[in-house]
């Protein structure tokens, strides 16, 4: 260890007290106070529980264990801790970034809801300089660094957003022209629509040998494998009529708009065979007439975005029922057609997706930076603000 540090657990350093309890119906939105709890900022109130400068860390929640460097009046929920005692001196700024580093998510406790708790943290260690002028220095050196990567990181977001709606703008240009022999059918007329079944939640379990697409696999534009919830092997012949197979497309049939966009996606040579659950819907184009990629385009449109929205029941929660998906108006033609759509829009995707990819992976880049920066910080190597910072 660096000579000048000091390698103590943190229930000797610091005393954790938790906030106190505040429902969000019981907040004032309209106050000008800031509300803390588990996962950071819950809210606004119109009265404080602290003030000046303190930190918060999160105690419930799935963002537990997050701390945050707090100045001024605001609101501390029972599901925070704030830092009521300090048995070091400790420059606040450079306890926030010590705590995040060790990441104190990992000593929660992982039930319903994960819970970091007094005795799970007062055993972890702290290494950090007795001396508050270099702690001082450290945080001066980081907020620099910490910086110009925010900045960096904010112009690489900017791109990536701009490479998607790009795409998404080439997208509606394409299915908003249309030509001689073009035609409008139903869904219902071009494709095979599959309601999913409703199986009950005692069939479920991890380790079984059946995949279900439930509506949690269906993102926008993206299908996310979840194979904790599995059915009997028995069950694929039973109800072979809502299985589906690679590159069928699937809807959420329940909350079917989000804020990103639509949410549709196509069924991975992983879940080739899996059973369909209620709430979702598998749209099977008939091959004779209907490219599939053409119409997984087309729904990925603004065209059906808008169908969508002017459909849904949004009552609770926008719902699309199986009559207005089978009654969507798809622009169709030949296939010959359709493929050369299709071909277009396939460029398109391979030129966006090396511009994601590469925005992407700068965003890797300046994460690892920063991870790099902070190992080197508590380890007492960092003296000056690197030059590589300029991502």
């Known amino acids: 260890m660096k000579e000048g540090w000091e390698k103590v657990e943190l229930g000797k350093c610091i005393k954790l007290k938790s906030g106190e309890g505040l429902t969000a119906k019981k907040m004032n939105s309209e106050g000008s106070i800031p509300v803390y709890g588990g996962n950071g900022l819950a809210g606004m109130h119109d009265i404080h529980n602290v003030e000046g400068e303190n930190i918060v860390i999160g105690r419930v929640g799935a963002l537990c264990g997050n701390a945050r460097f707090v100045q001024g009046k605001a609101w501390v929920t029972d599901n925070a801790f704030k830092v009521t005692e300090f048995y070091y001196s400790f420059d606040l700024k450079f306890l926030v970034y010590l705590l995040n580093h060790i990441d104190l998510r990992k000593y929660a406790r992982q039930s319903a809801q994960p819970v970091v708790s007094n005795s799970s ?9 007795k001396s508050l ?6 945080v001066s050196i980081l907020d620099k660094a910490f910086a110009a990567l925010d900045a960096a990181r904010a112009k690489v977001e900017r791109n990536l957003a701009n490479a998607r709606e790009l795409f998404q703008s080439k997208l509606n240009e394409v299915f908003s022209q249309r030509g001689p022999g073009w035609e409008e059918r139903k869904l219902g007329e071009v494709a095979k629509i599959i309601n999913g079944y409703s199986f009950k ?8 040998s059946t995949k279900v697409v439930k509506i949690t696999n269906v993102g926008v534009k993206e299908f996310v494998e979840d194979e904790q919830n599995t059915l009997p092997e028995s069950f694929r012949k039973t109800y072979k009529s809502v299985s589906v197979h690679e590159g069928d497309l699937v809807v959420a049939l329940t ?3 989000i804020s990103s966009g639509l949410k549709v996606a196509r069924v991975p040579e992983s879940y080739d065979k899996a059973l369909l659950n209620q709430r979702v819907a598998a749209v099977v184009p008939a091959r004779e007439v209907m490219d599939s ?11 059906v975005y808008d169908y969508v929205l002017d459909n849904v029941n949004t009552l609770m929660q926008p719902n699309l029922s199986i009559k207005d998906l089978k009654n969507m108006p798809v622009p169709f033609s030949n296939l010959k057609s359709q493929h050369k759509i299709k071909s277009q ?7 966006t997706d090396e511009l994601i990819d590469k925005y992407e992976e700068k965003i890797r880049n300046i994460e690892e930076l920063k991870n790099a920066l902070l190992q080197k910080a508590f380890a007492g190597e960092l003296t000056h603000t690197p030059q590589e910072v300029s991502v």
């Open 293 to 303: 990629e053409y119409l997984y385009f087309y729904i990925c449109s603004s065209q």
């Open 133 to 138: 002028s270099e702690q001082q220095q450290i």
């Open 201 to 208: 939640s005692k069939d479920f379990a991890p380790g079984q």
């Open 121 to 129: 943290l007062k055993n972890v260690e702290l290494s950090f300089p």
């Open 345 to 351: 829009l396939l460029g398109i995707v391979n030129a």
């Open 255 to 257: 909350r079917t708009i």
